[in-house]
Each structure stands twice: as C-alpha cells, then as structure tokens.
C-alpha cells in the first residue's frame, strides 16, 4: 500500500497533475483520471489500483493523440489505426479508441469518405474513378468508396474535365491533330472520368487546325525521323521508315504520301 502525500498542477498544462505517493513523485495523470477515480491527499492505493490507474491514463493520451490528429482533417478509420500503431499503441487500446470514436461520431467512413469526394471535386482535375482508387488506399471499402463517389455526377465531370481539357488544347504541340486528341483521350480516361463524360467533352472541346499548320507539323516530324534513319536506310527502306514514323504520329496518309513524293523528287 502506499499513500498520496502531495497532489500538484503541472505548470505547463494547468489539466494535468502530479501525484505524489509518500512522498516521492510517482506518475503523471490527466484531470479526467483525477476525477474519474476520486484521487485524493491521504488516498491509500494499492499496486494493482496504481497499475489500473496507469492503463486509464495510457488509454487517454492515445484518445488525445487520435484527437489532435483529427483536428487538422477528416480521417479515415484506417488512418487512424495506422497512425496510433506508429504511436505503439497496443492493439486493445486501440480498438477501444476507435470504439469511443465512433461512438463520439468522430470517426465514421462514410462521412470521410462523401467529405474527401467534395473536396477533390473542389480542389483538384481528377475524375470519380481515380479518387475512388484514392479513398481505397486510405483504408477506405470499396462500396463506401464508390457510395460516396456517386454525388461526382455526369455534369459535375463533364464540367470540369472540359475546362481542363481547354487548357490542355490550348498548348502547343508538334503531333498532328489525330494523335492530340487520342493524348488528349487517353489522359481524360487516364484522370479517372467516366467513358460517357470523355465522350462529351471530345465531342465539345475540337481540335481544330488549318491545313498549313498541319503540313508544317508533318515536315518537323519528318526532318526528325530522317535524320534518325537515313545513316542505316536509303532508297524504298527509308521512305518506308519515314511513313511509318509519320503515321504513328497520327498524321493522313494523303499528306504522308505528298510529303514522300515531294522529298524523293528532291533527293
């Protein structure tokens, strides 16, 4: 048995004390635990009263510890579990934790999860599909996930995979006007927005350039694939290097031909 003899306020955080046992310092505890188990000047306590009173303190600074990491966003139940584990809290604290979370309803997936998909959708380009994937790595299940993701509806991805897909026309490029719009095609699908979404957006947002320009293209890209092959091809093979180098860039096969026909006769 030993005895309290001094109970003090810490300093630093006036809702922690220091509990004294005779006479000696003994152990730090929240004003909770004070309350919660009546510790008082003159308490006797036993080992096994120390030993659960040292649990319930543990317990409540990993609560805190959850706390303070929720105050800066919404978590997921995983995040939090992954976050104490590295705080070596053990198992069965744990899981009462996130019992009393969830209780508090401060920890629930769903509400995660519909908060994460509205801010993606505020703040970022990306479509359903990839912040699905997202929440999936957060812990997220597959169903909440795909629940939450139901509010990113066919105006809201068509709205803003249109306005990203303008800036992305409105770069410059050498590829032909084909090969623009299956890049342009490709990333959409590649940021996560749906195959009905991409559709629209390729049917609204045109790639449009005059034939000039076009040419000009044409003739960049083959000055290139020239200066790659002609040290290893000559004659028909070269030609045939070129074409294919020029269609794969998506270029029609009349300016690819008119292009050939014209740099044989000067050859």
Known sequence: MRTITKIQQQKKSLHRYN??????????????????????????????????????????????????????????????????????????????????????????????????????????????????????????????????????????????????????????SSHSVRKRKEQLQYKLMQKGFSQEAVQIVMEEVPIEVDEETEKLRLEKQAQRALRRYERKHEGYELKMQIKAALYNRGFSKNLIDEYVDKMKESR
């Open 19 to 172: 509990i004294y046992l005779n006479d000696e310092y003994a152990f730090g505890i929240d004003e909770d635990i004070l309350v919660k188990f009546q510790l008082h000047k003159g308490m006797t306590l036993t080992e096994s009263t120390i030993e659960e009173i040292m649990g319930h303190e543990d317990k409540h600074l990993a609560y805190l510890m959850a706390i303070r990491y929720l105050s800066y966003r919404m978590r997921s139940t995983k995040e939090i579990e992954t976050y104490l584990r590295k705080k070596e809290v053990s198992p069965q604290t744990i899981a009462s934790i996130m019992a009393r979370l969830q209780k508090e309803n401060l920890l629930d997936d769903h509400a995660f999860a519909a908060a994460f998909v509205r801010d993606r959708m505020l703040q970022t380009s990306k479509g359903p599909r990839v912040i699905i994937n997202e929440l999936r790595e957060k812990g997220v299940s597959q169903e909440v996930a795909e629940v939450a993701a139901e509010q990113y509806g066919l105006e809201q991805q068509v709205e803003k995979a249109q306005k990203w897909a303008i800036k992305e026309v409105a770069k410059k």
